[in-house]
């Protein structure tokens, strides 16, 4: 089941759940699913081909179990997870690029150790596969600021399960490691990067003016504190006009459309009902500024 991260009523209700990050071609995650049939499984990925390679899969084979998530991690554990509803969270190989310039994306920063760790159970784990020793390295500084792991470090051999290319690499003689973090306590709490839902963006009504879009495309604007927004083109008709919207809220991006349409003697700016978007504060802020900002007296 891929879960509709938009619409679905957060958070998921589910518990003692078994996660993986990252799971590219799924080989793992249907593994980790046929193995805990009594369990929910749930796959957090965003690259939209490994998505959909596993929905192909999971409906072919039958796994009633996996439940997919296409988004950042970060934000699915913040958005859409209880506290303390996840036994385990599994990465594999999660940063073949372990270059100094990606390291505000890495899967394993102290910010993202935070909120996984927030989401684990008490005794819960991490569990991280690589044949590089120093994103170890690099995650065992991390999650040592939070004061709420304890870790154990192995080479893996041929006894333990392993996928086709791990048995290929080991018999190779290449070496794979397994980083464990076990989580002792409860992190001292912090900030944390988030978003505000609500329940309904409202239109706005114009009356008196006629759209003028070309006042906004191609502008950035910052219109709050971590919150940016860029307006790209617009398509028009008689009674009808879309602009393309970027919204970046904390770092949570959104793309969509804004919509002024034409009724009777006046005019309505809204989201446009075919832009997919989690609901929020700022989508309200947005509405407004066009209404305000994108139309001529
Ligand atoms: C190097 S691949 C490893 C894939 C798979 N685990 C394996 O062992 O073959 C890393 C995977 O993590 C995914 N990924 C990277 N950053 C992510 C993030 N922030 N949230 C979710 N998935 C992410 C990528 O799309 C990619 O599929």
């Known amino acids: 089941m891929l879960v509709n991260h938009y619409t679905v009523q957060k958070p998921l209700p589910f518990d003692n759940l078994l996660v993986e990050i990252g799971f590219g071609r799924g080989e793992f995650i249907t593994k980790l699913a046929k193995e805990n049939p009594q369990k929910k499984v749930l796959g957090v990925e965003i690259s939209g081909i490994s998505v959909e390679k596993l929905l192909k899969r999971v409906k072919r084979e039958g796994l009633r179990n996996i439940v997919i998530v296409h988004m950042d991690a970060y934000w699915c554990f913040n958005l859409l997870l209880k506290d303390r509803s996840v036994e385990r969270i599994y990465m594999n190989y999660p940063d073949p690029w372990f270059k100094k310039r990606h390291e505000k994306r890495r899967l394993t920063k102290e910010e993202n150790l935070y909120i996984f760790a927030q989401k684990l159970t008490e005794g819960g784990e991490i569990v991280i596969r690589t044949d590089h020793y120093p994103f170890i390295d690099y995650t065992l500084e991390q999650a040592k600021g ?15 399960p392993l996928t086709k290319y791990e048995k290929r690499w080991v018999s190779m003689g290449k070496e794979i490691f397994e980083l464990r973090l076990t989580k002792l306590r ?43 927004l860029k307006f790209f083109d617009f398509q028009r008709t008689e009674d009808r006009v879309l602009i393309e919207t970027l919204l970046s809220e904390e770092g949570f991006v959104q793309k969509f459309f ?25 989508l309200q802020k947005v509405v407004e500024l066009v209404a305000r900002e994108g139309f001529r007296p």
Not at 197 to 219: D, R, T
Request: net charge negative.
């Open 146 to 160: 939070l004061g709420c792991f304890g870790s154990s470090v192995r080479t893996l051999t041929v006894e333990d």
């Open 186 to 228: 409860e992190p001292e709490p912090r900030h944390v990067r988030t978003i505000k839902e609500v329940e309904e963006v409202f239109p706005v009504k114009v009356e008196g003016k006629e759209p003028a879009p070309e006042n906004l495309a191609g502008k950035e604007l910052k219109i709050g504190e971590m919150v940016y």
């Open 258 to 282: 804004v919509e002024m349409r034409k009724r009777e003697d006046f005019w309505v700016v809204d989201i446009s009902p075919f832009s997919q978007v989690i609901r929020t504060e700022n």
